[in-house]
């Protein structure tokens, strides 16, 4: 049984920083592609950033520049560091990860981004 435990999320003021960390365990497959996505309050989940096995990486235009991606292979865990918060990146953040022939969502974590 695949196990995703996400952490990091929480309350902060607009231009402020915080770091999503999501760890996998239970899986029998490798680990491809991780990746995070978010859904806010009457919208459809979209995503935010994924990074492959080997290190590619894919940002939604909306936090280049300001999120960075970011996995230790070696733990299974994925990070999302985001900076320059703004009230708009207010959300549930979910992990997500592909192994072998099935994908896996997290339970997500809070967002919360005041102005």
């Known amino acids: 049984q695949v196990r995703l435990v996400e952490s990091g999320g929480g309350l902060v003021q607009a231009g402020g920083s915080l770091r999503l960390a999501c760890a996998a365990s239970g899986s029998r497959f490798s680990i491809n592609t991780m990746g995070w996505y978010r859904q806010a309050p009457g919208k459809q989940r979209e995503l935010v950033a994924t990074i492959t096995s080997g290190g590619s990486t894919n940002y939604a235009d909306s936090v280049k520049g300001r999120f960075t991606i970011s996995r230790d292979n070696a733990k299974n865990t994925v990070y999302l560091q985001m900076n320059s918060l703004k009230p708009e990146d207010t959300a549930v953040y979910y992990c997500?990860?592909?192994?072998?022939?099935?994908?896996?969502w997290g339970q997500g974590t809070q967002v919360t981004v005041s102005s």
């Open positions: 997500h990860l592909v192994a072998g022939p099935y994908g896996y």
